[in-house]
C-alpha cells in the first residue's frame, strides 16, 4: 500500500469520529447565515414595506398577511431546526459503551443533516415568500377613499359637502344640489359630519 492511500485510510478512520463534529459544525454556520437573512429580510421591510396594510383591498391584505405569516413560521421553524442541528437535541443517557456511543453517533449524524435539509428548505420557502409578498405589497390597489363630508361655516352662511380643493385658494363644496366655491379667507370654522342634514 502506498504513501497516499495509507494516509487517505488513516483519514477516512479519523473521519468516522469526527463526523457529527463537522456536521455541527455546517450546522452552526447554517444558523449563523439564516440569522443574516432574517435579519436583512427584517430591515428591508421595515424600510421600503407600506406603513399601513388598513388602506389595501381586502383580499390583497388577507394575501399579504397569509404569505408574512408563511413567511415567519418558515423562517421561525428554519432556525429552529438549524439550532437542533447545531446543537443536538437534550437528552439525560450518558453512553459508555462503543457500541451505543456509535450507534448514537450515526443517528445524530442523521438527524442533524436532516435538520439542516429542512432548514435549507424552509429557508428557501420564508424568502419566496417575503419576496412575493413584497412584490404584491408594491402593487396592490388600495380601497377608494371617500372625500370627507363637513360643514363649512362662513359669515354669509354654511355649506355641508363633500369638500376639495378648486383652485388656491379657493374651496369647492359639493352638496346634494350643486356646489359652492368658498374663499379660504372667508371660512371660520369647519366641522366634520357623517352625512349632510
Request: charged share 20%.
Amino acid at each position: 500500500m502506498s504513501v497516499d492511500r495509507l494516509r487517505w485510510a488513516e483519514k477516512a478512520q479519523e473521519l468516522r469520529f469526527t463526523q457529527l463534529d463537522v456536521v455541527r459544525r455546517q450546522a452552526e454556520s447554517w444558523r449563523t447565515g439564516l440569522t443574516g437573512i432574517t435579519a436583512l429580510l427584517s430591515a428591508v421591510l421595515i424600510i421600503r414595506g407600506r406603513s399601513d396594510l388598513a388602506d389595501l383591498v381586502v383580499h390583497y391584505k388577507v394575501a399579504l398577511l397569509s404569505l408574512f405569516g408563511v413567511a415567519l413560521g418558515a423562517l421561525v421553524a428554519a432556525t429552529l431546526l438549524a439550532v437542533r442541528a447545531a446543537s443536538g437535541a437534550p437528552g439525560d443517557e450518558v453512553l459508555l459503551v462503543s457500541e451505543d456511543l456509535e450507534r448514537w453517533t450515526k443517528s445524530e449524524v442523521r438527524a442533524a443533516q436532516q435538520a439542516i435539509g429542512r432548514a435549507r428548505l424552509l429557508t428557501v420557502v420564508g424568502v419566496v415568500a417575503v419576496a412575493v409578498g413584497s412584490s404584491v405589497l408594491g402593487v396592490a390597489p388600495t380601497r377608494p377613499t371617500e372625500p370627507e363630508v363637513a360643514t363649512v361655516h362662513t359669515p354669509n352662511g354654511d355649506h355641508c359637502g363633500r369638500v376639495g380643493q378648486f383652485a388656491p385658494g379657493i374651496l369647492k363644496i359639493s352638496g346634494k344640489t350643486g356646489y359652492a366655491l368658498v374663499p379660504l379667507d372667508a371660512v371660520v370654522r369647519v366641522e366634520p359630519v357623517a352625512v349632510c342634514p
